[in-house]
């Protein structure tokens, strides 16, 4: 109830990243009577309201804002995904999301305070972390914090991590 705006970030359609939107967006519409603005570039984010029953009036679609810009990225075939990069009161933060590559994020973190990336044990549709430490550690040199995040397996990830980066 204390906040005045509620603004979502969807990076892709899978059900870990937007499963219970519709829910969010219904929840407050009815409950707290507030409208929630979503941003979001995927391709069939309207169809995906629109099939969850979601009500318009509950919500406004975006796809920019001047603080919000959406990086592209690759995560599997059947999705369009992005990553982002967020300005929060003059702190820069990059977000990759589910990606299978940190190509596209690297112009972004020059000015970058926090650097939250998606690492896994095996790769695939998620970058496999042995494969970037080391470019992860020349990025922390220059002094951005770096998170790691969507862990398949945490203790893998601890041992190969040996406390350089933080495990979200």
């Not at 059947?78 to 967020?86: K, N, P, Q, T, W």
């Not at 590559?101 to 972004?108: A, D, G, N, R």
């Not at 020059?110 to 095996?122: A, T």
């Amino acid at each position: 109830n204390k906040y005045k705006e509620i603004e979502v970030v969807i990076t892709h359609l899978h059900n870990d990243h937007a499963g219970a939107l519709s829910q969010f967006i219904l929840y407050l519409w009815f409950v707290y009577h507030k409208k929630v603005t979503i941003y979001c570039k995927c391709e069939r984010i309207q169809e995906y309201l629109d099939i969850t029953g979601t009500t318009k009036d509950g919500y406004e679609l975006k796809t920019e804002s001047t603080e919000l810009e959406f990086i592209k990225t690759e995560h599997v075939k059947e999705l369009d995904a992005y990553g982002f990069r967020l300005n929060v009161e003059g702190h820069l933060i990059v977000y990759t999301g589910d990606t299978s590559t940190l190509t596209p994020f690297i112009p972004y973190l020059e000015k970058c305070d926090e650097f939250y990336v998606d690492v896994s044990q095996n790769g695939g549709v998620h970058i496999k972390f042995e494969d970037v430490i080391k470019e992860l550690k020349e990025i922390k040199e220059k002094g951005v914090k770096i998170y790691l995040m969507h862990l398949d397996d945490k203790e893998y990830i601890r041992k190969l991590n040996n406390n350089e980066f933080y495990i979200d």
